[in-house]
């Protein structure tokens, strides 16, 4: 089964070569396998001319092509002694960096999971973008002997060690609180975005590159009041989604929306009082071009009727919206838009 493609770019303009992921069961090992193959497709007819032998994904955590296609970034997983974490960066013919992302400073493990993992490579190919754990102390026994560690004692906090901390549940086993980061290819360097000014009470992912380079664009999970099945459970008691969309610039963060239940009825309100705003405009513009002294008077009778209309005591916003459409289309007369606009009233309002 197909996971994933992408087009690179081809030596000529004849041809396309499709970069592609595969996934397969192996009903002997009892496991998942990961395949990448290559393509290369005539343009005009679509042929295949060649494709490449496939080559084993088992150990990529994450990958990510940069926009010209020349570059890729690998996130492995290499199992030794002990588990280590490597990003890779490749280019046409050669690896050109490796970084050991196992035991950072800045960081815990990259977020591998949706719906907060991002690995996103920068326009200029100088950086790349992923979501990872906070950076927590290390926690020991109130027992353990810590005299051999003098240096490392701003980083050890006691007696925390088997203090339960919620995760975000199913598929997101292991993730506590994530934070934004970038990687500075040339350097190195890690910078942490600045999230925690936003509030400590969010997880934050989905981050994608701006206009530019010039700022970074992603979302925040609300942590409070639970954080159990965020993947399969959306409705929220402090916002179904619990999502903020927030610009972060020269290591400023700025909230461009915030997503709520309490925010989405406000639209709803402001939806509905724009619909009879503009309904008021289009009967005065009627009114104003009728002759007749009758339809005068339906012009009269449908804004004593919108103003007997509440937006909070029933949400017709829909229906509201077909009418007006319905009444452009057809051109209906004045005369029968009030037995129109009354069907469309809640009981006892008419």
Known sequence: MISGAKILPAACDDVLCIHTMWSSQDFVEFQKNKFSRDFVIEKGTFKVLSSGIPRDMGSVLLHAFSKSGRKQA????????????????????????????????????ITQNDPFKCFEWSSDEKFILYAAEEKRLKSVSY?????????????????????YRQEWGEACVGCHHTVLCILEIETGVVQVLPTSKIGSDFSFGQAKWGPNDETVI????????????????????????????????????????????????????KENAVLLKRMELEIEAKRIESTTEERVKSSIDVHHLIQKFDPKVGNISLDLTLFERQVRREKVPMELWVLRLIGLLPNGMA
């Open 143 to 163: 027992f353990a002997d810590t005299s051999q560690a003098k240096d490392e004692m701003d980083n050890i906090v006691k007696g925390e060690e088997y203090l």
């Open 218 to 269: 992603f979302i925040g999970w609300k942590e409070l009041s639970y954080k159990l099945g965020v993947w399969g459970c959306v409705n929220r008691s402090q916002g179904p989604k619990g999502e903020r969309e927030t610009r972060c610039q020269e290591r400023k963060c700025i909230l461009l929306k915030e997503d709520g239940i309490g925010d989405r009825r406000e639209d709803a309100e």
């Open 74 to 109: 690998v996130l492995t997983e290499k199992n030794s002694q002990e588990k280590k974490t490597y990003l890779e960066i490749w280019n046409d013919s050669k690896k050109e960096a490796t970084f050991d992302m196992t035991e950072r400073k800045e960081h815990g493990n």
